[in-house]
């Protein structure tokens, strides 16, 4: 309220307008925020497995936290009303301290960590996104969100292979280390004074609800599409991060396998720029459809494999489109959100994560009753397979600059 009372021109004045926030403010922010999260990454499964003792409970709570992020992560508009950007991505990155604590603390306390972790990823998510949509033009996207996963790509490399060598040492320590670095995203987000985004006119009432917003993002078909290549391109990952190290261990593998793939499949993000200037150079289309259907292969592939090390060698290879798939998946969607949209799209489309995490382990501990685990990489491989249908409605031209288009034939 006490916000509400300061001049519009003191909030944001002409000096602040001046320092616009570029892609490499944002690429900074998901780097550091990419440092909490690698290094969990594959501490999280193994931590879950090894406090409940089967896979099918691990699914099971996944499946809860996944509903209560979903929720919380719709709700957020509404919250952004009364609570400024600032303060709101404050608080998502403070939930990464309290969930470094308590995931240090082991045993049961592993959940309420995942649970805490979760809900500051999707807040987090939701804020920086508004902030891009706020700061970037549709024609810079693909650059911004490419610098994001390269700035990310060290962390996301190292992390998840460093998180489970540093677990073995002190269970501990992969939790110590992400309180520190919640700690310095935090001071990172204020220094970069980010503020609570740029001024846009406000609607001529209040929305009735808070998921009002809904009603409109189901009547854009181009948002829908791009919401469904997030979703099952995570359920992908899921497949990969989640899956593999439990299919690892299960077949006698080497307990850190899962984390030392990951490393190496998230070391990929450096040949970002590269996978960038293919997709510049063919199209969005172009390059969805072959994410979705090299990663279908190989998913598919391996739930087939009659040998452990086979089945591994194909999610590997898969995840190496999933790579191009963060780069070029989301773009559909965030290139299609109409300005006076951007916070409510931004809820909208952080809902993928939420919703894969609900999808996959949901369906994957229905599966599990019935076969194994790669009765789950066969599911994940049809539903990127049917990614790949839908992807040959984007237009030709998606992401092409103007003048190339002048260049090509339709």
């Known amino acids: 309220m006490f916000e509400r009372s300061i001049p519009e021109w003191l909030r944001h004045p002409p000096a602040a307008a001046a320092r616009k926030p570029g892609a490499r403010a944002f690429a900074t922010l998901s780097g550091l925020e990419a440092m909490i999260r690698g290094i969990l990454l594959s501490v999280f499964p193994l931590a879950m497995y090894d406090a409940l003792g089967d896979a099918g409970r691990v699914s099971q709570v996944y499946f809860v936290i996944g509903l209560v992020s979903l929720a919380v992560g719709l709700l957020l508009p509404w919250i952004n009303r009364r609570i400024p950007r600032r303060w709101l991505y404050t608080s998502g990155a403070a939930l990464y301290v309290v969930g470094g604590v308590a995931g240090a603390a082991g045993g049961m306390w592993v959940v309420v960590a995942l649970m805490t972790c979760t809900l500051a990823t999707v ?39 460093t998180g489970v060598a540093l677990m073995k040492i002190w269970a501990p320590l992969p939790f110590l280390l992400a309180i520190v670095f919640g700690v310095v995203l935090i001071a990172a987000f204020w220094a970069l004074r980010l503020g609570n985004g740029r001024l846009i006119a406000r609607a001529r009432g209040p929305a009735p609800n808070p998921l009002a917003f809904l009603g409109r993002f189901f009547a854009q078909k181009r948002l829908i599409a791009g919401w469904l290549f997030a979703v099952i391109r995570s359920c992908g990952w899921w497949g ?16 850190g396998l899962g984390g030392a793939l990951v490393s190496v499949t998230n070391a990929m ?13 063919s199209s969005v289309r172009v390059a969805v459809r072959t994410g979705f259907l090299c990663a279908s292969a190989g998913f598919l592939l ?25 780069i070029s998946g989301g773009l559909p969607f965030l290139m299609a959100v ?65 003048a190339a288009r002048l260049r090509r034939p339709a």
Not at 269 to 274: D, E, K, V
């Open 302 to 326: 391996a739930a087939l494999s009659p040998l452990p090390l086979l089945a591994v060698a194909c999610l590997f290879a898969a995840s190496g489109f999933l790579i191009l798939l963060d």
């Open 123 to 161: 807040t987090c998510f939701i804020c920086l996104n508004a902030y891009v949509l706020d700061y970037v033009a549709k024609n810079d996207l693909g650059r911004t969100e490419t610098l994001r996963m390269f700035y990310s790509a060290l962390s996301w490399s190292a992390g998840p292979v």
């Open 240 to 255: 990969y991060i989640v899956y593999l190290p439990i299919y690892a261990i299960e077949n006698g593998m080497w307990e």
């Open 338 to 402: 109409k300005p006076s949209e951007r916070t409510e799209m931004a809820a909208v489309y952080s809902s993928f994560r939420d919703v894969s995490g609900i999808l996959t382990p949901g369906l994957g501990a229905v599966i599990l009753m019935v076969a194994p685990i790669q009765g789950i990489f066969a599911a994940v491989g049809l539903g990127l397979g049917a990614m790949y249908m839908l992807a040959g409605r984007l237009h030709p031209m998606l992401g092409v600059a103007p």
């Open 269 to 281: 993000l450096f040949l970002s720029p590269l996978m960038l200037r293919w997709v510049q150079r």
